[in-house]
């Protein structure tokens, strides 16, 4: 292939890369209900994660005032702690000692209802969820593929890996690229078409 025929290659390699970024960005913050999305879904590994680390700090460290509150009265009046929300809202009696405990049963009630109806009330859209889920792994990891060409471009030839990211991935221009890099524009162009090919060699690589 001429060099002209590897540009327009990578040129549709970068298109494709930012093409990904708007979709995965779009499937990202479809809401499957009780403010979640499938971003935040697809992320939950890294949430349970962080919840294993909160239960062992002391609850001032991350609830405020208010949630401190709520806490100590769910403790006061709750004898277990069931794990499936239907049976969180069983749990959960109507009435305290005082009108103060009736407000915040009240709201913790309320707190755990609405995660029942969202999560009935979305039921039939489970399908469409997993496959959303599905296809945003999917882009994220092939964003990830060909962030890992321009890393491995980069570290084969200092440099070549950043100019395909800012001249054709960013579209910057060529004065833009070439003072990034701290070259002269010269220099930018004749490393142009070496770091075209050696980047769509490291795609070709990767595929296969």
């Not at 001429?2 to 930012?18: C, H, I, P």
Request: proline fraction near 2%; include cysteine.
């Amino acid at each position: 292939m001429d060099n002209k025929q590897v540009e327009s290659l990578v040129r549709d390699a970068a298109r494709r890369y930012r093409s990904i970024g708007v979709q995965a960005k779009a499937l990202g913050n479809y809401s499957i209900g009780g403010g979640m999305t499938v971003s935040r879904l697809n992320q939950e590994d890294q949430l349970q994660d962080l919840h294993k680390r909160l239960r062992s700090m002391p609850s001032y460290m991350y609830l405020n005032a208010h949630e401190q509150k709520l806490e100590t009265v769910a403790h006061a009046y709750l004898d277990k702690y069931p794990s499936g929300t239907k049976a969180q809202l069983a749990a959960i009696p109507k009435k305290g000692a005082d009108l103060e405990d009736d407000r915040l049963l009240r709201e913790l009630r309320s707190k755990v209802e609405k995660v029942v109806e969202a999560r009935a009330g979305r039921q039939g859209d489970y399908d469409a969820v997993l496959e959303r889920m599905a296809k945003l792994q999917a882009l994220l990891e092939e964003k990830e593929q060909t962030d890992e060409a321009v890393r491995l471009v980069e570290e084969e030839r200092e440099g070549f890996g950043r100019l395909i990211r800012l001249y054709y991935m960013e579209q910057r221009t060529a004065d833009s690229a070439a003072m990034s890099l701290c070259v002269s524009r010269p220099t930018f162009f004749r490393w142009k078409p070496q770091a075209a090919r050696m980047f769509l060699r490291v795609l070709e690589w990767q595929r296969g």
